[in-house]
């Protein structure tokens, strides 16, 4: 990150904390409503075991939802682009998949899987894996049709062309659909930490809501958020270190 870009982001992080004091003070909302930024730093310090704990778990979580609805969304958009009538027969259910509130699958898959970790991963993978799966099939079925004709022309059959051609020349949409899953993958965590869940921060907020402890509440929700822009920080720049080439 280049020193004008720091300083780009260290001025928006000021600003936005001052607006947010300054929403306190016009307004005259009470800390049980709204704590300001002094009282949610002093939570982050008070209870910061307990904080350091959730993020791991819930850091844990999105890394095994994203590699897994990723992994699982890739594989499937190959699969798709090969066998057409498959992809004809599975573009329903991906749709359907994606229709259904992950509100309402998060509580039935708590009562399948549990109340470890494993109903958390499932949910953050679901909401993860459609956009991998839709931007990369784009990619797969947008091939140029010249070098599929040239391929064809010097013999190759149909998975020697989709491995030397039509999957290189597609991962800048799977780099676009991993970005996007970046973003909804920390989501699902969540999602399924407040659902069912006793560990991570999802579940330090439904806590703390519980016992009225909005500061805890805030200081668990800016560590949500720093954990989520930071993963999607990492991601982007895997993506345009390794797909840059291709495009």
């Known amino acids: 990150m280049t020193l004008r870009r720091t300083c780009t982001v260290l001025a928006i992080v000021a600003g936005g904390l001052l607006l947010w004091q300054g929403l306190i003070l016009v307004t005259g909302l009470p800390p049980f409503l709204l704590p300001g930024p002094r009282a949610v730093a002093e939570a982050l310090l008070t209870h910061n075991a307990i904080l350091a704990r959730a993020t791991l778990r819930t850091l844990t979580e999105i890394l095994a939802g994203f590699a897994l609805g990723a992994g699982v969304g890739a594989t499937l958009a190959v699969m798709m682009a090969a066998r057409p009538r498959l992809a004809a027969a599975l573009r329903p ?65 149909r998975w020697r062309e989709m491995w030397h051609i039509r999957i290189p020349m597609a991962l800048p949409m799977l780099g676009s659909g991993m970005k996007l899953a ?33 500061d805890l509440t805030f200081a668990a929700l800016t560590l949500i958020t720093l954990l989520a822009t930071g993963f999607h920080a990492v991601i982007s720049m895997f993506v345009r270190r390794c797909f840059a080439r291709f495009s």
């Open 93 to 157: 259910v991906l749709l359907f998949s994606q229709v259904i509130p992950i509100f309402a699958l998060a509580p039935i898959l708590t009562l399948w899987l549990g109340y470890g970790i494993a109903p958390k991963i499932v949910v953050a993978a679901l909401i993860g894996f459609f956009p991998v799966a839709s931007a990369f099939l784009d990619g797969l079925e947008r091939t140029s049709l010249a070098c599929l004709d040239l391929a064809r022309t010097m013999g190759a059959n």
């Open 182 to 214: 970046a973003v909804y993958t920390p989501v699902g965590a969540v999602i399924g930490e407040w659902v069912g869940g006793s560990e991570g921060l999802g579940a330090v907020m439904i806590h703390a809501n519980g016992r009225m402890r909005i």
